[in-house]
């Protein structure tokens, strides 16, 4: 994969593997009918931005954002990520995010067909389904975005 200008080098694990603060769930059924959601949860926690960050080096103490435009006076760093924090990080609040979801939906455990993961890696999903206490044979599957949404 190419390497991302914004500085996320897709050869190194400590800025490829893991990505993101926050976590979400959203609990879905096949249907016919105009709606398939049953019910979500989102969290977001910007307390762990030592553990993944892209720093902006300003010049002439220009912000990355001035007056509304991206300020040409500077440069974003490179993606700097402590990967163990934010793999704990992510096996912590995925099953918290997906318990909530299923008890507001109303639903058990015993309801998931599937997990399905965006961009988390096989480590991530397993030690997530093993937290959740999911039935054994529930399948886990990984979305991944192509890297020019990164």
């Not at 897709?10 to 059924?29: R, Y």
């Not at 995010?97 to 639903?107: F, H, T, Y």
Request: aromatic share 6%; proline share 6%.
């Amino acid at each position: 994969m190419p390497d991302s200008p914004m500085g996320v080098f897709h050869g190194c694990a400590g800025s490829c593997i893991l990505f993101g603060d926050g976590s979400g769930a959203v609990l879905m059924e096949a249907t016919d009918g105009p709606c398939a959601m049953l019910g979500f949860r989102m969290h977001s926690d910007g307390n762990g931005q030592k553990s993944l960050n892209c720093n902006f080096d300003a010049r002439d103490n220009f912000k990355p954002m001035d007056e509304g435009t991206a300020s040409s006076l500077g440069a974003y760093r490179n993606v700097h990520m402590i990967g163990q924090d934010v793999y704990k990080f992510a096996v912590k609040s995925v099953p918290t995010v997906i318990d909530e979801a299923l008890e507001v939906s109303g639903l058990q455990k015993s309801d998931v067909d599937w997990l399905v993961m965006h961009q988390a890696n096989q480590r991530i999903m397993d030690a997530c389904a093993a937290r959740l206490e999911l039935p054994k044979g529930v399948p886990a599957a990984r979305l991944s975005l192509p890297p020019a949404c990164l």
